[in-house]
C-alpha cells in the first residue's frame, strides 16, 4: 500500500482505493503514516529516525496521531521488529539461494567428471569461476 500526496489516494498492488480510504480514515492515515517511514528509509534515514519523522509530520487532525504518539516508543519496536524480520528473510532468501546455486554447479561439475565430458583441472576452472569450493 502506498500513499499518494498529491491525489490523497492509496495505491496498492498498483489500484487506487479511494473508497476504502475514505471510508476508513485511521487505515488511510496509517497508510499516509507507513509512506512516511518509507520515504525516510529511502531517503537513508535509520529506520527509528524514520518513525520519528513520521510522527513529527503527522497532520494534527489525524485520527490516529494522539494514539501514535502515546505510543511512540511501542510504535517504533514494532517497525523495527517488521524490518528486522524483512531484512532477515532477505538475506536468507539470498543465502538459500546462494547455497542452490553452489550445490548446482558441483553437482554438474561432479556429473562432468564421471561422464569424463571435462578434465579434473577445467572442473577446477568451474569451481573456482562460480566461488565454489570442494
Do not use: H
Amino acid at each position: 500500500m502506498k500513499y499518494d500526496n498529491e491525489t490523497n489516494e492509496t495505491r496498492m498492488y498498483g489500484f487506487f482505493y479511494k473508497e476504502l480510504m475514505e471510508a476508513c480514515k485511521p487505515l488511510m492515515e496509517y497508510s499516509w503514516f507507513v509512506d512516511r517511514i518509507r520515504a525516510g528509509k529511502e531517503k537513508g534515514l535509520e529506520l527509528e529516525a524514520s518513525v520519528n519523522s513520521a510522527v513529527e509530520q503527522m497532520p494534527k487532525e489525524f485520527l490516529i496521531r494522539d494514539c501514535i504518539v502515546r505510543n511512540k516508543a511501542e510504535e517504533v519496536q514494532m517497525c523495527l521488529t517488521e524490518y528486522d524480520e524483512a531484512e532477515e528473510m532477505e538475506k536468507l532468501k539470498n543465502e538459500y539461494l546462494e547455497q542452490g546455486i553452489e550445490q548446482g554447479v558441483e553437482e554438474t561439475v561432479r556429473n562432468l567428471l564421471e561422464d569424463g565430458a571435462i578434465t579434473p583441472e577445467k572442473a577446477d576452472e568451474i569451481r573456482r569461476k562460480y566461488g565454489v569450493l570442494s
